[in-house]
Structure formats: structure tokens, C-alpha cells
């Protein structure tokens, strides 16, 4: 039972009759100058009725008067050993000191407790000195958060991943009090929990004074504008942080420029992923300075954002300035023909980039023409990701020669995925590899016969009328109109069935697809009666002749066409004349 049991548990004639015979116990000691022995061997032990073993037992006083009691008991220097002690007893003394007596027996009283800690403890504070899951439980507490028992398993990790867990900006507080003393976790995930701008605060002072996390993962935690300043206010003279993840946190534009100013001055980041952030036109400027000046840099996500044209130009202008970037990811941006120019001219200078990701850019094979000019004189370049593109045949055809021309390139992997390529891509692709460690992954050979359709637009047969073809045939073979019906109407009956219709079509020879076959079929049965009869034929023709008159008034479709074709050969020639330089 401890000190303060025995003085609040009794009663008060207890109380007294416990000091007066404490009392006694002291006086007799001065007595002594020496501890004395026992002169028998048969000595009487003392009964421990009231053993000063030190517990912890609330009573009904309020604690804060129990608190009060415990120091002033402490600091009168009184010690209680025993109930009904006899001063006449015969009991060994060793030792009197600092208000705490010991007998050499073979019980011994231990009383090294420390009471400052303990006391503290009831009162609900924390001390620097405690350990992390204590302080974190304590946090949790006091915020009302739901202690997460994982977090507690997991913090002596090196690596510690809690994505979509729901922290909030409260749960980011919890976990960064213990995560200031942390030295053991180097790698913090914490993907998809929401934490906002105030969670970004409460890790910017966890950074102050962490010195060993490296990896920072941060990403779709609708961070915003000011979670983003926040951050890169600390990373500014950082040392440590060597990757950091801030994808899809809606910073636009002016986080972009806070994230640049930080690159400019922050010298020590190696990794820096920021997909889906909606960064346009003047982020992308701002990303043109940040690559202008900052050298350490090595990796740089910007996919999944609105960066066209203009932005898309600069951002490769920053690239042909940059000699430290390795890995380059704009993917799903819009960098069209344009942004594909810039490029091709950043690869020609840069003599560091080894990666480079422009998938999903809506750029054709004129874009990828100049991108190809680029590769002619790079030889640094290891893997180069394009496909996704309108690039057609023609265009991975000039990037496989540009490999194939440059004997320093050192290109093993070009990715063309969903991209058909030519039979002579496929045979120069076979030769290089014979030659060269290169890995190619496309969509395919292109068929002569499918080469000839994919030039068209595929919505072309809904808006051309199909009649036409079935006049170009019977104007080819010399046949009026009512000599095709007869060539149809195997069984005379003066009405061909649908299944006459298209047999005889196809046995013709007449180049229509089935889709046209059934569409034509639908315009000439109009009275819906499953038959078509030559009545209805000749319906068809006059209807086609009239369309034919209406549409003099306005472009023809074939004459859009024909310019599309024109404009297409005139970009082959174009392209051709890229890779012959």
C-alpha cells in the first residue's frame, strides 16, 4: 500500500496514532550512532501491516487534493514502514537518508518511483521525453481522433504506406507530433486521405524537425493553393526530402508558380510528380524557369493536365535549357504538332534527358516528323514513349529511320501503342534488331486492302449516298438500269428479295460494304414491304440525280475529300523531306 493510501484511507485517529508512532521510530534512530544487531538468532520480524510499497489507488477526495497530498507528504521526508511498531523491537537498521529508512532483512522497500512523471501523467500532460505511440495517443485524445492501431504497428517501419485511409486534417496532426522524433520512417504514403491545407501545415512542421524522411507522398489530398504553399515554403533550404508527390491536389496555375519558386532555390529534390494538378498556359511558363535554372531535378510528372500549344513549347523550351532532368512525363496534355516541333528541337541540344513520355497529344506525323529530326542527333535518349497518336504509318516509319540513320543513338525501347505500322516498318524493324538491343511495341501491320479504308473517314458511308456506287458499277459495266434489275431478279418475279439483292451485289463484284448494302436497301424498299421492285429502283435513281442538282449549291463531299487527300500527300512529302535531311 503506498504513502499516500495509508495517510488518505484512514481515519483521523489513525492518522495521529500513525505519526506518533512514526515519531517514535525517528527518535529512536538518533538514539543509535550505530545500526544495532540482533543479540539473539531467534529476533522478531516486524509485522508489514503497513508496508510502504508505493500504489496508485484513488480515493474519494478530488484529485487535485490527492495531488496535493502526495507532495507535501514527499516533502515532509516522513516514512511509514510499518503499523504497531514497537520501538523496543528488535530490528536491523542499514541506512537513514533522504527521509527513507532500510533494514537488512529479506524484505526491502522500493520506493524509486518518479513522482514528477507520475504526476503528470494524471494531470493530463505529455513530456518530450515520452515515446511516439504515447504521444500520439495523446494527440488523438485531445482532437477527438480515432487512434488508427495500424499507424502504432507500423511506426518503427522504414516504409510506411496509409493511402485512402481517411485521416483528415486532424488524422495528418496526429501522426505528425511523433513523426518530428521519427527516425526510423524514410518513406511516408499517405495517398488519398484528404488532409487540406490544414494536414499540409501540420506536415510542414513535422519537416522543420524531421531529419530522415526522404520520400513524401502526398497526392490527391485536395491540398489547394495554400496546402501547396505550405509545403514549399519548408522545402525552400530543405536538406533531406528527396521525392515528393503532390498529383491531383488542384493547385493550377498559382500553385504551379509556388512550386517553381521552390525549385529554384531548393537544391537537394530529385523527384517531383504533379499529374493532374490542372496546370495551363502560365504554369507552364513557370515550369519553363524552374527547368531554366534548377539542375538537380531528375524526374518531372506533368501528364494528365491542360497544357496546349503555347505551354506546350515552352515547357520544351525549358527542356533544351535543362541538363539535369532525366525522365520527362506530359502525357495527356495536348501538345499537338506544335508543342512535337519543340521538342524534336530540345532533343537535339539536351545530352541528359533518357526518358520522355508524350502519349495522348494529338500529335500527327507531321509532329512526328520533327520529332524524328530530333532523334537523328541524340544519343542520350533510352526510351521514348509516343504512341496513342495520330501519327499513321507514315510517321512511326520516320521515326524508325531516324534510329536507324544515327549509329550513336541509344534507344532501346520506343513504344507506338495503338499505332498500325507498314510492311517496310516491319522489315526495317526486324533488320535493326538483328543489329541493336531495341524493343518496339505497335499495334500492328496494316493491311493494303485496310490502308486503302483507313485513309477515309469512317462516318463517310452514313453521309455519302450509297446509290452512288451502284451507278459508278452499272455506268462501268455498260448497263442501263433495267439490265441490273434483270441480273437481280434470278427467279423473275419481277421484285428482288433482299437476300437476291446482296448476293447479286457481291457475285457482281460491286465494292460496297454490308453496311452500305443494308442502308441502300433501306432507301429503295419505300413501300416497306421486304421486296424491291423496279418502280422503286427507278424512284432511287431520280431521287440521287435530284440530290446530285441540290448539291451544286454547296461543297461536295467528294470535293472535301479530295482535299483532304491533297492536303495529306502534300504533309507525306513534307515528312519525307524531314527525314532526308
Known sequence: MSVADSVLSTDSADVLEFGRRSNCSMQSMSRRATPVHASTPNRRTPSLKGSAKFMRTLSSSSKKSEVDAIKNLIQ???????????????????????????????????????????????????????????????ICNATGTIPASYFLRHIKDTK??????GLGPLGAKAISVPLKENHSIETLDLEGNWIEKEGAIYLSEMLKENMYLTELNIAENKLGREGADAICEILYKHEFLKSLNMSGNDLHDYGASKVCEMLQKNTCLKHLYLSHNHFEELGAFCFKEALSHN?????????????????????????????????????????????AEALGRALKHNRGLTKLDVSHNRISEVGAGHIALGLQTNDVLKELRIGYNPITTDGSMALLMAISKNDMSCLTRLDLSDILVS???????????????????????LADRDAINIMHDPTETFRRNPFE??????????YRLVDLFRDLDKDQSNTVTKEEFTRGLKNAGVEITSREILQLLEQLDINKDGVIDYQELVIGDKDYRRSLIEDEQCPDERQIQREQNRITRKRSQMLNDIITV
Request: glycine letters at 6%; zero cysteines; aromatic letters at 10%.
Open 160 to 165: 510506411f504506406r496509409m493511402r485512402y485511409h
Open 469 to 478: 456506287k451502284l451507278k459508278k458499277y452499272v455506268r462501268d459495266a455498260g
Open 295 to 339: 539542375e538537380n531535378l531528375e524526374t518531372l510528372d506533368l501528364s494528365w493536365n491542360h497544357i496546349r500549344t503555347n505551354g506546350a513549347v515552352a515547357i520544351a523550351e525549358g527542356v533544351q535549357e535543362n541538363y539535369g532532368l532525366k525522365t520527362l512525363n506530359v502525357s495527356m496534355n495536348g501538345f499537338s504538332d506544335m508543342g
Open 423 to 445: 510492311k517496310d516498318f516491319k522489315e526495317e524493324e526486324k533488320r535493326l534488331i538483328r543489329e541493336r538491343i531495341l524493343i518496339i511495341k505497335h499495334a500492328g501491320v
Open 76 to 138: 515532509s521526508r516522513l516514512l511509514i514502514t510499518e503499523t504497531g511498531y514497537d520501538p523496543d523491537d528488535d530490528v536491523d537498521f542499514m541506512d537513514f537518508a533522504n527521509g527513507r529508512i532500510s533494514r537488512d532483512t529479506d524484505y526491502e522497500t522500493d520506493l524509486e518511483m518518479d513522482y514528477e512523471e507520475w504526476i503528470a501523467e494524471d494531470t493530463g500532460e505529455i513530456k518530450d521525453d515520452d515515446p511516439q505511440d504515447k504521444k500520439y495517443i495523446h
